[in-house]
């Protein structure tokens, strides 16, 4: 049967039920998005910085510096990058055998084994490297400080310290 040339109209009750057919479709469609965004945004490429001042290094033995936040029991830090600028003062910082570490929840991920980041006696910028050719253990729901690993304090030294940090936050299942 062809085209009969007839127009139908659609009886006012109709016309709601496909409308909220369509209400239906975006609101799925929606919802979808919405998880769409959050799950875009819980792996994005994050960063941050944080200046430590030269009395906090020279006390970091005692009081380790949280460089980010505890996350919460099902959430971990992928830290892909830390860098750091020493603004020079007048006093480079004196290292006897220290090692530097940034780690997540008491896992380090990055060390300065020689304290380029610390002896330098001019404005310089540093990026670390991984700590080993190991895995990188990072633990669940900790936060990331930035601590001596081998228990020496460092002396002297005038001159604050930019940390320069790259992460995702991972939400685990």
Known sequence: MGYT???YKLKPEAVERVNTVQDVIIARQGLDLTRHI?????????????????AQILDLDANPIELLP????NQAYDITSVCSYINFNT????VNSTKIAV??????NYEDAICDAFVSNQDAFYK??????APIVS????????????????????SPITFFIQYRILTLN
Not at 38 to 54: F, K, W
Not at 103 to 108: H, K
Not at 128 to 133: A, D, H, I, L, Y
Not at 146 to 155: K, M
Request: proline share 2%; charged share 15%; net charge negative.
């Open 128 to 133: 670390w490297g991984f700590s080993s050719n």
């Open 139 to 158: 633990g669940i729901g900790g936060s990331a400080i930035l601590a001596l690993s081998d228990g020496t304090d460092l002396t002297d030294g005038d």
């Open 5 to 7: 040339g007839k127009r």
């Open 103 to 108: 780690a997540v929840n008491g896992y380090i």
């Open 91 to 94: 006093t480079p910082y004196t």
């Open 70 to 73: 505890t996350l919460g029991s």
């Open 38 to 54: 959050q799950d875009v945004v819980a792996s994005e490429v994050r960063s941050t910085s944080v200046t430590v001042t030269s």
